[in-house]
């Protein structure tokens, strides 16, 4: 599975950006998505997930703001950012697993595919 990333670039504080995530593989619908960011110097953090059946989990940092999607018929995920923040600044990554029931999507070792990253930065 390749995954490409895009719609990243530099916003002021306040503003809004939308990410996608285009799949290359024909049984997208089956797979468990998410939405990683690295800042510089800093480990793998997550972001948001969406599972295979919809249901989506965010982390607590961006819960309200941030809202994970996707269009299995386009074979991409999204990320609707708004209200960013300077310390939301980081390179984010894309990344996507064949589907398991009790899969912890929060876990970065799961993650099998993985693409390469697009940038944000919010400028104050």
């Known amino acids: 599975v390749q995954l490409q990333a895009s719609g990243g670039g530099l916003v002021q504080a306040g503003g809004s950006l939308r990410l996608s995530c285009a799949a290359s593989?024909?049984?997208?619908?089956?797979?468990?998505m998410a939405w990683f960011y690295q800042a510089p110097g800093k480990e793998r953090e997550f972001v948001a997930s969406?599972?295979?059946?919809?249901?989506?989990d965010y982390a607590d940092a961006v819960k309200g703001r941030f809202t994970i999607s996707r269009d299995n018929a386009k074979k991409t995920m999204y990320l609707q950012m708004n209200r960013l923040k300077p310390e939301d600044t980081a390179v984010y990554l894309c990344?996507?697993?064949?589907?398991?029931?009790?899969?912890?999507?929060?876990?970065?070792?799961?993650?099998?595919?993985w693409g390469q990253g697009t940038l944000v930065t919010v400028s104050s």
């Open positions: 990344a996507a697993q064949w589907g398991r029931n009790y899969m912890e999507t929060f876990r970065t070792e799961n993650y099998d595919y």
């Open positions: 969406i599972r295979s059946d919809g249901i989506t």
């Open positions: 593989t024909r049984t997208f619908s089956n797979y468990h």
